[in-house]
């Protein structure tokens, strides 16, 4: 692989890179814009698996960056107050999204992890001998009950949707 170096001899610049060393300090030269746009470019090369493997947090904390970094340069390059002040109100919609964003995935994990230890405090309690038929079948009845609600809650976002 060969890199073209910034800030060395045109024989230097072209010579290949032959360790980590060269590259760290190559992005040590890059700015925030140069290092988001290496990101991107990185990402669409790689293999980044299910959505389920995303880690959402830093996701919007890219995101974060990549609004902030358009707003210093539409600021810089604005020029009158009405489109800086434009510009502002464009990236404070744009953060308050990424929070509600943030929000609702929180409360969709922690629901699920509640969901999850519901199912297991149920499936982990072990009744004494001689209520276990009972025990069991009120286990039973909750199951059905607690999958014919959820299918209800199914129910109602397709009809929201539709």
């Known amino acids: 692989m060969v890199l073209k170096r910034r800030g060395l001899a045109n024989d230097e610049a072209e010579k290949p890179a032959t360790s980590y060393g060269v590259i760290y300090g190559l992005l ?3 700015d925030q814009r140069e290092l988001l746009n290496l990101r991107t470019q990185i990402d669409a090369r790689l293999d980044l698996g299910t959505l389920h493997d995303v880690d959402v947090g830093q996701e919007l904390l890219q995101q974060l960056r990549t609004v902030q970094l358009l707003q210093q340069e539409a600021s810089e390059n604005a ?3 009405a489109h800086k002040a434009q510009t502002a109100s464009v990236v404070q919609r744009l953060l308050t999204e990424l929070t509600k964003l943030r929000t609702d995935v929180y409360n969709a ?6 969901e999850d230890m519901i199912s297991k405090a149920w499936h982990g309690v072990e009744p004494p001998p001689e209520a276990k038929d009972a025990f069991t079948e009120c ?3 909750f199951f059905e009950q607690y999958e014919r609600l959820l299918a209800t809650l199914d129910q109602d976002k397709v009809e929201a949707q539709g």
């Open 28 to 30: 040590d030269t890059m």
């Open 79 to 81: 020029d009158s107050f």
């Open 109 to 114: 994990e922690r629901f699920k992890q509640l």
């Open 139 to 141: 286990k039973h009845l």
